[in-house]
């Protein structure tokens, strides 16, 4: 993983598409580790009462609460999203990006992750229907977990 040195790593998650069981983890991760932990989407949003755990809601419209992650977040900073486009920009930038199902994207990975992102939206446009990815399971919850674990004691040095 990146370097994440700075004075205070930032969780920022991209909520709109973050499925529930997600976003419990990454509360009770706030609240245990005392990091700062943003959730952006162009909907209101119920969080924990926290001194860690903030919302941000943005007018809704097309890349608005990926532009304001990205605008907002600092190199070493996690952000979790399912959003490919989004991650490759957190990676320019010095960030870390991980998926709801724990899969780190990497400038190794990402080429390969666009490309296949842009064949599967193209495949409906010729009559192939994908069906979307399958429901979250519980190996993808522990594989977040164990991910979020591994930033989170990287960037205390542990």
């Known amino acids: 993983m990146p370097d994440s040195s700075s004075?205070?790593?930032r969780i920022w998650v991209d909520a709109d598409a973050c499925p529930g069981v997600i976003k419990e983890i990454l509360f009770r991760a706030?609240?245990?580790?005392?990091?700062?932990?943003?959730?952006?989407?162009?909907?209101?949003?119920?969080?924990?009462?926290?001194?860690?755990?903030?919302?941000?809601?943005?007018?809704?419209?097309?890349?608005?609460?990926?532009?304001?992650?990205?605008?907002?977040?600092?190199?070493?900073?996690?952000v979790v999203t399912q959003d490919i486009p989004l991650a490759a920009l957190v990676l320019e930038k010095g960030g870390v990006a991980?998926?709801?199902?724990?899969?780190?994207?990497?400038?190794?990975?990402?080429a390969e992750r666009l490309s296949m992102r842009n064949f599967m939206e193209e495949l409906p446009g010729a009559g192939i229907q994908t069906g979307g990815p399958p429901p979250l399971d519980a190996r993808d919850r522990q594989r977040f977990a164990a991910a979020l674990d591994r930033w989170l004691a990287h960037r205390s040095g542990s």
């Open 98 to 110: 991980l998926n709801p199902r724990g899969q780190l994207y990497t400038p190794d990975n990402m």
């Open 30 to 78: 706030a609240e245990r580790v005392r990091i700062p932990l943003t959730l952006v989407a162009n909907q209101w949003l119920r969080t924990p009462p926290s001194r860690c755990i903030t919302a941000i809601q943005v007018p809704p419209g097309l890349d608005v609460a990926d532009n304001v992650i990205v605008e907002r977040m600092a190199a070493g900073d996690l």
């Open 7 to 9: 004075a205070v790593s």
